[in-house]
């Protein structure tokens, strides 16, 4: 049995999306660790300890190559009553900004 070329790029295409998810899995498990740490030095607590992907992008780096821009949005609490919003933006594999809702601090 021989592969047609048809059957060769059906396996590249489908090695170049498990690549893309298994990477994309990495950056949201280091974007994960820095949310944590973010919230703890904010004596934040973050809820679910989870990450979300709201948006995937096209971008430029500093260095001008093109790469993915990846959103993030997790939840977190202030008093443990009440739940915000918070985002973390990744541009290939550097942290570019961690953003919160307003929300209210503990006495």
């Known amino acids: 049995?021989?592969?047609?070329?048809?059957?060769?790029?059906g396996f590249l295409f489908l090695g170049i999306v498990a690549y893309l998810w298994w990477h994309g899995?990495?950056?949201?498990?280091?974007?994960?660790?820095v949310v944590k740490r973010y919230c703890d030095q904010q004596?934040?607590?973050l809820l679910d300890e989870g990450l979300v992907l709201s948006r995937v992008r096209i971008a430029r780096s500093t260095a001008g190559l093109f790469c993915l821009r990846r959103r993030y949005r997790f939840e977190f609490s202030s008093t443990g009553d009440e739940r915000y919003c918070g985002t973390i933006d990744v541009l290939g594999k550097q942290i570019q900004s961690i953003k919160l809702d307003p929300h209210r601090m503990p006495l």
């Open 25 to 33: 899995r990495g950056l949201k498990d280091s974007a994960l660790v």
């Open 1 to 9: 049995m021989y592969l047609t070329l048809t059957d060769l790029v």
């Open 43 to 45: 004596q934040l607590q």
